[in-house]
Every structure is written in structure tokens, then in C-alpha cells.
């Protein structure tokens, strides 16, 4: 089973941020969409190898699911090196393992979600999307060379279609990074 290492989850966490900062014209002309107003923080450029780290910085709330046995500490070392390395802070809003799945369609359903929601699976994003609450994913993947790159690299090793089919033009939306 492959485990992702410190280092790469820090690369992911700033390809998130780069997907929500919309850091990159050249993806608004392939995906169609115009993000030229939501370039705050971007870098001039952004290419596979290249740690993300914005221009100024830059908060983004994200749900976070407290584990009664590892509740969250904020001193953790993975919340000052994400700012130290990408200049990007994570404002979390807590939700119990208990509750987690009725707390996350509370939120969602009401609007009052934060914009960065981690742990959903593919299927469970399915009540949200006629109601255009949630994005797809599938529209901002030309802005995250990294996950591209590993997403190719793995290629052999990953038994997800949905994984492969958002680096090789996906012609249907998708909610979900496998």
C-alpha cells in the first residue's frame, strides 16, 4: 500500500490552495472558465517540481474532522510549516467524527460551508451538485501541474479510472479527487 510521505502532503495541500486561488490564466483558456479576478497570491508561474508559495498571504477556511483520539492542536508542526513553506493559512472548522457526515450536509445545504472540504467520497457529493453548491473539481485540474504529474507517474498503479481520466480530458464533471 503506497503512504504518502510529509513532503507530499504539503505539495498537495498547496496544489489545493493553488486549485482555490485560481492561480493560472493559461487554465482559465483550456477549462473555459475566466478566473483573472481570483488571481490574489498567485505566482507568476506555476510548474510541476515547484513548491507553491503565494505572493502575499493567504487564508482559506477548511472543514476539519476531530478524531476523539487524535483531537486537533493548532501548536501541531503541520499547521506552521503549510504557512511557512506556502504562505497559506488553514482556518479550521471542527466537526466530531460522530456527527461528521450530517454536520458536513448541514453546513453544505445551508451555504455556510468553508470552501475546502477534505474527507468526502465519490457518491456523497451527488445531493449538492444540481444545486450548483459545489464545484467541480474536473474544471481546475489544468491549474495543479503537481497532482497532474503524480496522478501520470502512478498511472500503473492506480486501479481508480477517475483518477487517470482527470489528467487525460475529462469530458464529465467531477466532484471528487480519487
Not at 478566473?35 to 490574489?40: E, R
Request: glycine residues 8%.
Amino acid at each position: 500500500m503506497y503512504r504518502m510521505s510529509r513532503r507530499e502532503a504539503l505539495v498537495a495541500a498547496g496544489a489545493a490552495t493553488l486549485w482555490l486561488a485560481g492561480c493560472s490564466s493559461g487554465g482559465a483558456k483550456k477549462s473555459g472558465l475566466n478566473l483573472s479576478a481570483n488571481k490574489v497570491g498567485a505566482m507568476g508561474s506555476f510548474g510541476v517540481g515547484e513548491q507553491f508559495r503565494a505572493t502575499k498571504p493567504l487564508t482559506f477556511p477548511i472543514l476539519h474532522l476531530t478524531n476523539p483520539g487524535y483531537p486537533l492542536k493548532k501548536d501541531w508542526l503541520f499547521w506552521s510549516e503549510l504557512t511557512k513553506r506556502t504562505n497559506v493559512t488553514l482556518d479550521t472548522t471542527e466537526v466530531p467524527l460522530s456527527d461528521y457526515e450530517n454536520k458536513r450536509s448541514l453546513l453544505i445545504g445551508s451555504g455556510a460551508a468553508p470552501p475546502i472540504i477534505p474527507k468526502t467520497y465519490p457518491g456523497q457529493e451527488a445531493p449538492f451538485v444540481a444545486s450548483g453548491v459545489v464545484l467541480p473539481v474536473s474544471d481546475y485540474i489544468d491549474l495543479m501541474p503537481n497532482f497532474r504529474d503524480k496522478v501520470r507517474l502512478a498511472g500503473h498503479r492506480i486501479t481508480a479510472p477517475a483518477a487517470l481520466s482527470l489528467i487525460a480530458g475529462v469530458t464529465s464533471p467531477r466532484w471528487c479527487i480519487p
